[in-house]
Every structure is written in C-alpha cells, then in structure tokens.
C-alpha cells in the first residue's frame, strides 16, 4: 500500500480526505484477509507453529493494519498515549493515575495503584511513531499481579513519551531521563527499580542506558547513587535500518513486516544529527559504547521471537552488552514474533506464550533484595538455540 505523507506536517494523527478513505477500505478488507488465514491455517499443517486460532487472527489483523496505513492513520485510530490509557483503565475498574513530568511534555500513567518502594518503568513500543496499545497495558497488568501473588507489591509507570513527527530524537531521551529523575525523586531507590521496554521502548532504554555512560550532548546528565536493578527488553528495536538476514528469512512470519520497520525507520531518522545515530542503532556504535554497563545496571534481559525480523540484530546486541556485563541474559523464543508475549492479551488467549513466565520470574528475582547477590547468571541463549 502507498504511504501518502506530506513531508512537511507535524501535527498528530491528522488525515487527509483521501487516507481518511484508505483508513475504511482497509477496515473494509479485514474480514476477507481474516476468513482467507483462518482458512489456511485450518487446512494447511503448519510449521511448527503451534498458535491457536486466535492468535492466528490477531496477529493476522495486526500485520495486516500496521503494514497499510501511514503513521498519521495509524495515530488518527489508535489515539495518543494517554487516552489509550485511560480507557483501558476505566475499562479494568482501575484508577486513571497521571503525574506530569513538568518541563517536558510528557507524563507517567500508573498502571493500578501509584507505589514507589518498587517500581517497573515501561517505555511502549510503535516505532516511535504509534501510541501504546491497550494488550501491552493488559500484559504489564497481569505481570504486576503474578508479582503480588508472589508477594512483591510493584507500581507500573507508563512513560507517555512524544513521538515523530511531532518531535525528533532525543526530545524521547529528555523524556525518559525526567522520568527516572521523577521515580527516584519520589523515593524509589535505583536498586528497587526495573526498567523494561518493548521494540522502540527498548530502543529508548538502551538509548538511557548508553546516555548514563556517554552523555548525550543538551541531555541531562545523570548520575545514580546505586545501580538500577535491572533492565529488560523485549524485541527491541535495535535495528532502524533494516536488512540483516532476519529481515528476509523473518518477513512473512513476523507481525510486522520488513518494509514497515523500514518505513517507520526512514521516519525516525529524518532530522536526527548524524552524530546521534549511534545512540538510536546501538548494534552500529563503536563496540565501546556499552563499556562500564555493569556498573550502572545490576542486570539484564533480552528476548527476541524465533521467527522475527529483528532476530539477528537483537542477538548482535546482547552480545555486545555481554561483552561489558556478566549478568545478561538472552532468550530466543521458539516461533515467537515481534513482542509475540503481548498478542497473547490483544486476543485473550487463555494459553500464555512459555516466554511470559520466564518474563515475570526474571522482574521478581530483581525484586528480591538478597537474590541479587547470590545468583550466578552469565550470557546464556535460551529455548531454541
Ligand atoms: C503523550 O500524551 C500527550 C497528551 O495526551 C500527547 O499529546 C502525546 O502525543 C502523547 N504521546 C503519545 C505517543 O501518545
Ligand atoms: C488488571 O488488574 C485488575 C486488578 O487490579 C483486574 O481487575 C483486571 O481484570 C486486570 N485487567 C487485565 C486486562 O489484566
Ligand atoms: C527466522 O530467521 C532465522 C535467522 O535468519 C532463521 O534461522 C529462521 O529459520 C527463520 N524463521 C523462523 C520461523 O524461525
């Protein structure tokens, strides 16, 4: 499909007539897209891909939708951050729960009650171009409460960030560093902190990370008192370019296709000083940009799906963290796809991906004030490697 932007406009999720037009067509094709995979999967034997229907369809209407509409239709529909967040909440029975971050134009929304004795810090994925979906709310809810059973009481922050066109990197950097500040100003500790973030949120956390040590210049420097506790990325988008082998042995079994990374990737660079691009494709810096990591973050965890574009990429980068930090810890999911942990909450799908729990157990053994010390974890490729 023909991406119509206009190079000039900066304005969030405003559509023109025409892709107003495209907007409903494509809506109008879903069904026939849907019923034609439900099809196929029903009647060819699939790969070792052991989906459920449900998760067929999602993932179906998920590519199918983020591969044909422009950035301002994929704005105009979801809504900003915050107004997918405060649905969301209202429709869970839950608190709508803003603080503002003053200075920059950008907030956190807390998702169930505000606590700040331990905290996970979300940055969301889209890109840098689309807003949070409400299933990544649902997946770090659920995650939230797996960890009170296990009686570990945690606040989750959504960072609500702004994205391109409306700003250009690092304006995102300046967002997530108020957004730490803020979270230790309110009294959590670094230690009792964990950082996750998704695709392009994981984009921004490695970007933090990378700032923590080389400071980007008209950023704020930050120095902690202590370590963060640990940092977890989920298919991160480390790759804004595109074109490693996943890129074409993945592109028609991930959710989001190559051309729509690509895409999205052209956007995000449009405007940002060459010498920034580092901190935006971690993979492409100079090898030392990660020096001094174990220093600042006490652990790591990296997962990428099986079957994703970016599969080649990520594992480049959690080799390359591993290099500087003993405590990394990288997980290929079998099959998975982009974020494949959230889709599972898009559709309600009963069975979990068998990456969730390896997920939940991680923040928690983070969590444990004395588990930290004693555990003995190096670089290690999980599942299917
Ligand atoms: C964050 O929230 C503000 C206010 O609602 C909005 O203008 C901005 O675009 C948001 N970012 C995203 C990704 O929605
Ligand atoms: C989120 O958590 C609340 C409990 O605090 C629960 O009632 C609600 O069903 C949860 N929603 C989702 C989508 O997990
Ligand atoms: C995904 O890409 C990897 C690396 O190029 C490849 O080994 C794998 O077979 C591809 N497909 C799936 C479904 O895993």
Known sequence: MQKLDTKHDKQYGRVSWTELATIVLVLGQLPSVLLWSFFKSTFTPSKGTHKSWRRNLGDTAFRFVAGAWN?????????????????????????????????????????????????????????????????????????????????????????????????????????AVKALQYVIASGCKPENIQIVGDSAGGNLALALLAHLLRPVKGVTPISLASEISGVYLMSPWVSLAGGSGSFVTNDSTDVVGASTFAYCGRKVFAGVPDSLHMYLEVGKAPASLFNGVQGIVDRILVTAGGAECLRDDIAEVASRLSVHHGRVRFIVQENGVHNDPFYDFLVGEPKLSDLTPEIVNWLEEGFRPSSSKVEIVTSEVGLDT
Not at 82 to 96: F, H, I, M, S, T
Not at 100 to 121: C, F, H, N, S
């Open 71 to 175: 950035i301002r239709q994929l704005q105009y529909c979801f809504g900003t951050t915050q107004q997918v967040y405060e649905k969301w909440a209202r429709q869970n029975g839950l608190p709508v729960l803003v603080d503002e971050l003053k200075g920059e134009d950008a907030r956190l929304l807390w998702i169930g009650p505000r606590r700040t004795d331990r905290v996970v810090l979300y940055f969301h994925g889209g890109g840098y171009v689309v807003p949070m979906q409400d299933f990544a709310a649902s997946f770090w809810n659920y995650t939230r409460l797996e960890l009170g059973r296990r009686h570990l009481n945690v606040g989750v922050a959504v960072l609500n960030y702004s994205i391109v066109p409306t700003v250009t990197f690092p304006a995102q950097l300046k967002q």
